[in-house]
């Protein structure tokens, strides 16, 4: 079992940066691929990057692809998403998640452990 705490989420200008990080619990954090998604209010949860388990290999959908950035540091026990010009439609609550599978997880369905999420909000 791990508990995932994200932080770093707020109000930014279009165009700006955040940084989201995710705290996983548990000294098993290297055996979890883990990802992040996203939900906006009245809006379907929706999948926004990927990572494996070693941090070797990543995965984002088209329209964060080139703006956003994830990265794990497993000897820190530290997940972390780069978020570049950021547009008021990236307004959501980000979550990190963690999966048991291997490889890449793209689907909401497939991952065991959530955060409690953070708020991002983009302003035009």
């Known amino acids: 079992h791990v508990q995932l705490v994200e932080s770093g989420g707020g109000l930014v200008q279009a165009g700006g940066s955040l940084r989201l990080s995710c705290a996983p619990s548990?000294?098993?954090?290297?055996?979890?691929?883990m990802g992040w998604f996203r939900q906006a209010p009245g809006k379907e949860r929706e999948f926004v990057a990927a990572?494996?388990?070693?941090?070797?290999?990543?995965y984002y959908p088209d329209y964060v692809k080139g703006r956003f950035t994830t990265s794990r540091d497993n000897a820190k026990n530290t997940l972390n998403l780069q978020m570049n010009s950021l547009k008021p439609e990236d307004t959501a609550v980000y979550y990190c998640?963690?999966?048991?599978?291997?490889?890449?997880?793209?689907?909401?369905?497939?991952?065991?452990?959530w955060g409690q999420g953070t708020q991002v909000t983009v302003s035009s």
């Open positions: 990572i494996n388990r070693s941090g070797g290999i990543t």
């Open positions: 998640a963690a999966s048991h599978k291997s490889g890449l997880v793209t689907q909401r369905t497939e991952y065991d452990y």
């Open positions: 548990g000294r098993t954090f290297s055996s979890y691929a």
